[in-house]
Every structure is written in structure tokens, then in C-alpha cells.
């Protein structure tokens, strides 16, 4: 048997466990509308849940993208130092962030349609709620007794698969949000207390070599002023030894 | 008759274009019996987008059963797998 006729039954079965099994033809066809309307809720649940999951990987991509600039930024800065050693920890450093946002994008992609998806299907299921709820009055109206019991028993197994056929789209995201979930949990943690903040923690150590060439420079600089300064009270002193304010800023004198 | 890809809604199509998808449906069994990722997504790819071109969307309000079911666009090998090892899925 064919896979499009083992999936009917598949769906059939599914659909089965939907159906309220009801006396009346006509009762049933309200019950069933009860039941598109439950879906129709759980649908736009699971979407809401989807969104969420959504966000966090946006926020969680967010974090680790800034983590890769603020590295950029201090390879940067550490060339403009001299400092070519700490640029190439640097560089290193944001290159190892690089598959962590790569699989952050994947999962974003993943998520994405799976919300488009849903929003397709709750857009779809309530646009047959809204034509359920006339046809089964024109249904109950309309049919004799003999009629309806097959009319309407195709109408509400019909209802019934595009029930199933939701359920199992909400089925389907919610499994796909659930092992992503375990996975943004460890990236959280790993934000948060983890490898990758330390790395590029204010006071991680790359920044602190370079705040301290920055500070040295600086002192250099100030110095420099100084001596500037009472150059101009004594020149004769002074000035000789120091003609301009000196330029060791750019020239990296750190200890290594 | 009337072909409802999951996830996406029904569509009526021709008893005349039944061999064509037949063909495509016995392609996509073969690369689930056969355990093959790759050909089961394109099979899989080829079997919706003949279902897209020969039919016609079944409009919101005609809550109809379908003869056959074809997975979700996006669905994998494994998942695939499991679902037709569900319930009203093994045998006539």
C-alpha cells in the first residue's frame, strides 16, 4: 500500500478519536463545531508558544552577536596598539562564537516557519469555523432525517480531518520547540555564567591588557603635559630633551 | 479525488491525473524503503508540487474526507517513519 493511502488511514484514525460519537446527526454537527472551535484555540496557543520560542533565539543570536563585535572592536583596538598578540586572541576568540550563531540562525530559520505554519493553519482553520458555523444550520435545516445521517455524517468527518490535520501541526511545532528549548537552556547558561561571557566580560583578559597599554599610554601622555608645562617655566631645562609632546600613545610600551 | 497535504489543505484532482501521481507515490515509497534522506525529500518535493499544479484547492467550506494524505512539505525521513508506524497506517 502506498504511503498517500497509509497516511489517510493514519489520519483517519487520528480523526476517528475526534469524532463524538452523538445520536443525533444534527447534535453532532454542534458538537463538532465545539470541538473546531477548541482547536481552533489550541492552534493560536501553540503559535503564541512558537513566538516565544522565537524570541529567545533572537535575543540569545542578539547577545552573542554583540560578544563577537565587542571582540572585533578589541582586535581593533589592540592592533591600533601594537598589540598584534592580544588582536589575534581576539580574533580567535570571536571566530569560535562564530558556529554557536550559526546554529542560533539555523534554529531561527526552523522556528520562523513553523510559526508561519501554524499562522496558516489557525488562519485556514478559522476561516471554516466562520463557514462551519452557517453550513451547519443550513445542514440541520435543510436535510430530512434519512439525509442528514449521511450528509452531515461526511461534513463532520470532514471537519474532523482538518481537526486532525491541525492537531498534528501543533503536535509537530510544539516537538520541534521542545528540543529547541533544551538547547537554548544550555545556551543560556553558557551566556550567563558559561565560557563565552568570561571571554568577553569587561574585566575578561583581553580588555585588561588592553586597558592597561591604554592607561600606560595615557600616563605617558600625561607625562608628557607635565613636563610640556614646566617646559614652558623652564625651557632651558627641559626642553631640550622633550622639543614636542611625545608620541610613545600609539607605540605600545606595556610590559608584556 | 481528494488529496490533502498535511499542514497545508485539500485539493481536488482529476481521476485522469491518477497514474501521474501514482508514479511519484511509488518513487517516494521506495526511498522510505530504501532509508534515503536525500531522494525522500526531493520525492517528496516532486509529489507536492505535482499535487499543487494538477489540483485544485478545496474551498474552506467544503468539509470533505480525503482519499489520500501526503506529509507535511517539510517532513523528514525519521519522521515520516514513525507516523506510518502509527496506528491505521500498517495494513489495509
Given amino acids: 500500500m502506498g504511503v498517500m493511502k497509509r497516511m489517510s488511514g493514519i489520519l483517519q484514525a487520528k480523526t476517528n478519536k475526534l469524532l463524538d460519537k452523538a445520536e443525533d446527526p444534527r447534535e453532532s454537527l454542534d458538537l463538532s463545531y465545539q470541538k473546531l472551535l477548541e482547536n481552533l484555540q489550541k492552534v493560536r496557543r501553540s503559535v503564541a508558544d512558537v513566538t516565544t520560542a522565537k ?186 630633551a622633550e622639543p614636542t609632546v611625545p608620541a610613545p600613545a600609539d607605540q605600545g610600551e606595556a610590559p608584556a | 479525488m481528494i488529496v490533502r497535504i498535511l499542514g497545508e489543505g485539500q485539493f481536488e484532482v482529476a481521476e485522469s491525473d491518477r497514474p501521474s501521481l501514482h508514479e511519484l507515490e511509488t518513487t517516494l515509497d521506495t526511498t522510505i524503503e530504501g532509508d534515503d534522506e536525500a531522494a525522500f525529500t526531493s520525492a517528496l518535493a516532486a509529489l507536492i508540487a505535482e499535487v499543487r499544479r494538477l489540483g485544485t484547492p478545496l474551498p474552506a467550506d467544503s468539509f470533505t474526507s480525503s482519499d489520500r494524505v501526503i506529509p507535511f512539505e517539510d517532513a523528514g525521513l525519521d519522521e515520516t517513519k514513525a507516523l506510518l508506524s502509527e496506528p491505521g497506517g500498517d495494513d489495509h
Fill in chain 1, 55 to 240: 524570541k529567545r533565539i533572537e535575543l540569545q543570536a542578539t547577545q552573542l552577536q554583540g560578544q563577537a563585535d565587542k571582540l572585533q572592536q578589541q582586535a581593533k583596538d589592540a592592533l591600533a596598539q601594537n598589540r598584534e598578540d592580544l588582536a589575534r586572541e581576539a580574533l580567535a576568540r570571536r571566530a569560535a562564537l562564530a558556529p554557536q550563531l550559526a546554529d542560533l540562525q539555523t534554529q531561527h530559520q526552523q522556528v520562523a516557519t513553523q510559526e508561519q505554519k501554524l499562522i496558516a493553519t489557525a488562519q485556514n482553520l478559522q476561516t471554516q469555523v466562520d463557514a462551519f458555523r452557517t453550513k451547519k444550520e443550513t445542514m440541520k435545516a435543510t436535510y430530512t432525517a434519512a439525509e442528514a445521517q449521511t450528509k452531515i455524517g461526511e461534513a463532520v468527518s470532514g471537519i474532523s480531518e482538518s481537526m486532525g490535520d491541525a492537531g498534528m501541526s501543533v503536535q509537530r511545532a510544539q516537538d520541534k520547540i521542545d528540543s529547541m528549548q533544551a538547547r537554548a537552556g544550555a545556551m543560556d547558561e553558557l551566556l550567563a555564567s558559561g565560557a563565552l561571557t568570561d571571554l568577553t566580560n569587561p574585566v575578561d583578559d583581553i580588555q585588561a591588557q588592553l586597558d592597561q597599554v591604554s592607561a600606560t599610554s595615557t600616563v605617558d601622555a600625561d607625562l608628557a603635559a607635565l613636563k610640556a608645562e614646566l617646559g614652558t617655566a623652564a625651557p632651558a631645562q627641559l626642553g631640550a
